[in-house]
């Protein structure tokens, strides 16, 4: 009850007109920020936080904040189901489905499957972060560098062998993606690797401009070599079929219990420093294409296929809130601006922040129901206006995103350098398109490919070079087996074809010998 209490403590404090207005600058600026290619909620937190010494309001300050990264994941989701263009890493997945339901006219749809899910899952993770905040960050504290290497492992063996239609495809993009972490100063003995005598690598290849370049630029430039082949237009929408929010009654029968275990996976893996919300939403997007019932869609715009990562998106956050609070460890780049931003306020996060602003931690937790539902409220109405967008014709549509990819990689680095890295890598991606090769498996190989490699190097430094480690510890041995399974798993009903067939094959041959 002590909890309930310090939440409703905590709307008494965020509804004041003052914290309203805060919520809602956060959330419209984040569904802004989210829309642009390139401009994370990282880099804007981090621009404002000079501006928030000048508020001298740490507590709608850090409402704003969080406005802001949320905001930020859905706007990603925008332009992800309209133009394929992810704003963010964690909005990836939702692009491979959603992006195929704009192209089959039902972007109001995806839209709004996103948005609402958006909400579904935030408030359900926001419930427990108020009540089983402590006992995750209790769970986190377990892991060890040798768990941290098998949920790496899990995470790309999962999407590499689940989502692209050939494994030895993907499995070739993932090798590309971790190429490209491996890039920059190595962590544990300081040397520069694959730099190729360029200084402005030696940080490595920012994920950013990759993102850009996979996305943005090589859709762009796949769609240039193909226009003579396809309609001036994006094709037309569909109208509405009944039900509510353009969401059909299938729409909703299929959609619900994709956010509901989007929630269950993207809240826990918020909680744990693994990559942030790619793994969840990932991992979603797979269990949803597994369990379908509609398999001839995906690859042409399953609505599971986005209502699942978009759950799993928002349900993170409060999850990365989890040991940001409790212990002051941020899992993410925008929880370490946000880190930052406490420290403006002489602030320390961790199990005191509870006993010494207990005011403004219930506050900053009550702040995210506010503010989740001037996000929908907002999003919503919008949804007629974000899909005017398809009715541009396509040469100044996809010039209009050149221009956008080009300025968000140069305002994130300032780097020449990085504009062209990012072409380079968008040439790459319009052949990996025509020859059918996985974007994804890039993507996870480039976030979790060096922090697989620091824990796997981490475990035997702390074992004295004994593999052994990765054999000992429950955790570890459950989520090697798990990666096992996931990569066996396509190929189960092949196996399990051909023994049908022989046993079926060898009764026919009694039945003649008879």
Do not use: C
Not at 175 to 184: N, S
């Amino acid at each position: 009850m002590s909890s309930l209490s310090s939440l409703l403590d905590g709307f008494a404090s965020v509804l004041s007109p003052q914290n309203l207005l805060y919520a809602a600058i956060g959330v419209t600026i984040g569904t802004l920020v989210g829309v642009l290619p390139g401009i994370g909620p990282a880099l804007t937190i981090a621009l404002l936080l000079p501006v928030s010494l000048q508020l001298d309001d740490p507590t709608g300050t850090l409402i704003m904040f969080a406005g802001i990264y949320y905001g930020a994941m859905y706007g990603g989701s925008t332009t992800s189901i309209l133009l394929n263009t992810p704003g963010e890493s964690a909005s990836v997945a939702t692009s491979i489905e959603g992006y195929r339901m704009a192209q089959r006219g039902r972007a109001r749809a995806a839209l709004a499957t996103a948005a609402i899910g958006s909400f579904v899952a935030a408030t359900i993770s926001t419930v427990l972060l108020a009540f089983v905040a402590e006992p995750m960050a209790s769970f986190a504290v377990t892991f060890r560098a040798s768990d941290y290497f098998a949920l790496a492992v899990l995470a790309m063996v999962t999407v590499t062998a689940l989502v692209g239609a050939s494994l030895p495809r993907g499995l070739m993009s993932l090798t590309f993606g971790l190429f490209l972490g491996l890039v920059g100063i190595d962590s544990l003995t300081g040397q520069a690797r694959f730099t190729f005598g360029v200084p402005e690598l030696l940080d490595g290849v920012d994920v950013v401009t990759v993102i850009v370049g996979l996305f943005a630029i090589g859709e762009t430039l796949y769609i240039a070599s193909r226009l003579k082949d396809l309609p001036a237009k994006v094709a037309p929408l569909e109208p509405a079929k009944g039900g509510f929010a353009w969401l059909s009654r299938q729409d909703w029968a299929r959609s619900w219990p994709a956010w509901l275990r989007g929630t269950l996976f993207g809240f826990p893996f918020g909680a744990l420093p693994s990559g942030g919300a790619e793994i969840p939403t990932f991992l979603s997007y797979t269990v949803e294409k597994r369990r379908s019932k509609h398999r001839d869609e995906w690859g042409n715009g399953a609505i599971e296929g986005v209502a699942g990562p978009e759950a799993a998106n928002n349900a993170s956050f409060s999850g990365v809130l989890v040991p940001l609070l409790t212990l002051g460890i941020p899992t993410s780049a925008t929880a370490a601006v946000m880190l930052a931003a406490f420290g403006y306020f002489d602030l320390s996060p961790g199990p005191q922040l509870f006993e010494k602003s207990p005011d403004l931690v219930w506050a900053l937790i009550a702040s995210l129901f506010v503010g989740n539902v001037m996000l929908l409220a907002l999003n919503l109405p919008l949804i007629r206006i974000w899909v005017k967008v398809l009715q541009i014709p396509r040469p100044l549509l996809y010039t209009g995103i050149l221009v956008f990819a080009t300025l968000g990689v140069y305002a994130v680095s300032g780097s020449v350098v990085d504009v062209l890295i990012a072409y380079a890598i968008g040439v790459l991606a319009m052949f990996m398109r025509r020859f059918d090769f996985p974007i994804a498996p890039v993507i996870l190989g480039l976030i979790l490919g060096p922090m697989m490699e620091t824990q796997f190097r981490r475990a035997l430094l702390l074992s004295d070079g004994a593999l052994s480690v990765f054999v000992t510890r429950p955790l570890t041995v459950t989520l090697l087996s798990l990666a096992v399974v996931a990569l066996a798993l396509p190929h189960l009903p092949k196996v399990w074809a051909r023994l049908r067939g022989g046993s079926g094959a060898r009764r026919l041959s009694f039945a003649e010998d008879d």
